[in-house]
């Protein structure tokens, strides 16, 4: 079903960070590996039922991708803005 894969996107700094709720399981890796602490907890839950991840809940988002490259779900995708 195309709709489980609609991304939540949430624009911050640098990033525009894309998750794939369907895809996270709210393991919380990606906010440990940020290095400028944007991600954190969203209020809705994904569809295992647990918390998902966006951004801007730190400094601004800088566009590394170690968030994309850490997650186990592939659940993340960064996409640059145009400077
Ligand atoms: S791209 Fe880098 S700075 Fe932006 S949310 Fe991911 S880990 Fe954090
Ligand atoms: S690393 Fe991936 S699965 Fe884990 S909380 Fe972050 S986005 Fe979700």
Same mark, same amino acid.
């Not at 991840?53 to 779900?73: N, Q, R």
């Given at each position: 079903?195309?709709?489980?894969?609609?991304?939540?996107?949430?624009?911050?700094?640098?990033?525009?960070?894309?998750?794939?709720?369907?895809? *996270?399981?709210? /393991?919380?890796? !990606?906010?440990?590996? #940020? $290095?400028?602490?944007? &991600?954190?907890?969203? @209020?809705?839950?994904?569809?295992?039922?647990?918390?998902?991840?966006?951004?801007?809940?730190?400094?601004? *988002?800088?566009? /590394?991708?170690? !968030?994309?490259?850490? #997650? $186990?779900?592939?659940? &993340?995708?960064?996409? @640059?803005?145009?400077?």
């Amino acid at each position: 079903m195309a709709t489980v894969f609609k991304a939540i996107t949430t624009e911050d700094g640098k990033g525009i960070f894309h998750l794939f709720p369907a895809l *996270c399981k709210g /393991c919380g890796l !990606c906010i440990e590996k #940020c $290095p400028v602490d944007t &991600i954190g907890w969203a @209020k809705q839950l994904g569809v295992f039922g647990t918390p998902v991840v966006e951004s801007g809940h730190g400094k601004p *988002c800088i566009a /590394c991708k170690k !968030c994309e490259l850490v #997650c $186990p779900d592939s659940a &993340i995708w960064i996409e @640059k803005k145009e400077e």
